[in-house]
T-cell receptor
Framework: AQSVAQPEDQVNVAEGNPLTVKCTYS??????LFWYVQYPNRGLQFLLK??????LVKGSYGFEAEFNKSQTSFHLKKPSALVSDSALYFC?????????????FGRGTQLTVWP | EAGVTQSPTHLIKTRGQQATLRCSPI?????VYWYQQALGLGLQFLLW???????NRGNFPPRFSGRQFPNYSSELNVNALELEDSALYLC??????????????FGEGSRLTVL
């Protein structure tokens, strides 16, 4: 069965510092991995995805994520955090057997970037 | 292109009533997904419709139901409302099979409050 774990409910970083939001996954086949961001009382916005290819994926707003198959991880990173990055971040996975079908989401990590 | 649109934005009901939420996918998208985001529970998968058919259903009681219309829009119906149904209901859409790139595109959600 597919599942996603985001081990940290909250991550706090100072503006200008690098940030990492952790995600580990479990799937029966090859994973399709995604990161989404949610601002208060809004829907989810797509940030980036890993389907195949280069393990380092670059996405919107300067975010990137590294796929690590041996550690079954897909951590979200940004070299220099902004206050405006403060939001709720969700990692999601789908079994790579198809591009269709539900995504399995983690419980989310609240990122706070202080000035 | 217009994004996924959901209505109403907010809905207040009392216990035992019925609620109907609506979703219009992005033009050209044929799959619609419904998720419930209740406080502290993350994103819970409700339903997936593709080409008018229900393809998958999450672990919710039968009083949660829906349908997809020929124009690919969708309705989510919740009967016999309970207090714990209070949540943000998110709709997402995706492209048809051969054009699908894996990610889901989310609407802004419908906030249901049950009193």
């Amino acid at each position: 069965a597919q599942s996603v774990a985001q081990p940290e409910d909250q991550v706090n970083v100072a503006e200008g510092n690098p940030l990492t939001v952790k995600c580990t996954y479990s799937v029966s086949g090859n994973p399709y991995l995604f990161w989404y961001v949610q601002y208060p009382n809004r829907g989810l916005q797509f940030l980036l995805k890993y389907i195949t290819g280069d393990n380092l994926v670059k996405g919107s707003y300067g975010f990137e994520a590294e796929f690590n198959k041996s550690q079954t991880s897909f951590h979200l990173k940004k070299p220099s955090a902004l206050v405006s990055d403060s939001a709720l971040y969700f990692c999601a996975v789908r079994d790579g057997g198809s591009t269709l079908g539900r995504l399995y989401f983690g419980r989310g990590t609240q990122l706070t970037v202080w000035p | 292109e217009a994004g996924v649109t959901q209505s109403p934005t907010h809905l207040i009901k009392t216990r035992g009533q019925q609620a109907t939420l609506r979703c219009s996918p992005i033009s050209g998208h044929t799959s619609v997904y419904w998720y419930q985001q209740a406080l502290g529970l993350g994103l819970q998968f409700l339903l997936w419709y593709d080409e008018g058919e229900e393809r998958n259903r999450g672990n919710f009681p039968p009083r949660f139901s829906g349908r997809q219309f020929p124009n690919y829009s969708s309705e989510l119906n919740v009967n016999a409302l309970e207090l714990e149904d209070s949540a943000l209901y998110l709709c997402a859409s995706s492209r048809p099979g051969r054009q699908n790139t894996g990610e889901l595109f989310f609407g802004e959600g419908s906030r249901l409050t049950v009193l």
